[in-house]
T-cell receptor, first 114, second 106 residues
Framework: GAGVSQSPSNKVTEKGKDVELRCDPISGHTALYWYRQSLGQGLEFLIY????????KSGLPSDRFSAERTGESVSTLTIQRTQQEDSAVYLC????????????FGPGTRLTVL | GIQVEQSPPDLILQEGANSTLRCNFSDSVNNLQWFHQNPWGQLINLFYIPSGTKQNGRLSATTVATERYSLLYISSSQTTDSGVYFCGASGSRLTFGEGTQLTVNP
């Protein structure tokens, strides 16, 4: 079946602009995660959605970052007033139920803030 | 939170050689995964192995949960094995190590 998909694959924006990144999880997966990978920080957790429970936002680096998920499908990660340090690859993953299950990653969105 | 350490950070091999990559984690885990990051940046799942031993072709992995480590074995390495290998461990979400950069020379 189809894997996790993300769009856009690349995004170049100017400092101060807002951006939206999209993730389509594997069909039937109720858990969805956002991570980011940057040169200085490695791979780091951002936010976790599980079904209808309140999301775990403990990894979001600032209040400029937010994410939503529509039911058990699409998720969008929004970064407001982008800064150069936001430049990174943003990765989305999904798993069948909880974080105890195997996570499958999408191809990522490479964000460059000029 | 949980800490994950991978070793070695860099590994250079000749084609055909065997290698062992290690992942240490600081607390009990419910999920442990090994990934290979391809040249385009995608994380490719290798093993989901919170405990026990698994094999897939030339690759195998062992996790000793009671001693808080996991090993990834690559046998008869090929140039296509080159790339970064990540270990991710979880209580509630994956925490990643810094990765092992593997280079396999022809």
């Amino acid at each position: 079946g189809a894997g996790v998909s993300q769009s856009p694959s690349n995004k170049v924006t100017e400092k101060g602009k807002d951006v939206e990144l999209r993730c389509d999880p594997i069909s039937g997966h109720t858990a969805l995660y956002w991570y980011r990978q940057s040169l200085g920080q490695g791979l780091e957790f951002l936010i976790y959605f599980q079904g209808n429970s309140a999301p775990d936002k403990s990894g979001l680096p600032s209040d400029r970052f937010s994410a939503e998920r529509t039911g058990e499908s699409v998720s969008t990660l929004t970064i407001q007033r982008t800064q150069q340090e936001d430049s990174a690859v943003y990765l989305c993953a999904s798993s069948e139920t909880s974080s105890y299950n195997e996570q499958f990653f999408g191809p990522g969105t490479r964000l460059t803030v000029l | 939170g949980i800490q994950v350490e991978q070793s070695p950070p860099d590994l250079i091999l000749q084609e055909g050689a065997n290698s062992t990559l290690r992942c240490n984690f600081s607390d009990s885990v419910n999920n442990l995964q090994w990934f290979h990051q391809n040249p385009w940046g995608q994380l490719i799942n290798l093993f989901y192995i919170p405990s026990g031993t698994k094999q897939n072709g030339r690759l195998s992995a062992t996790t000793v949960a009671t001693e808080r480590y996991s090993l990834l074995y690559i046998s008869s390495s090929q140039t296509t094995d080159s790339g970064v290998y990540f270990c991710g461990a979880s209580g509630s979400r994956l925490t990643f190590g810094e990765g092992t950069q593997l280079t396999v020379n022809p």
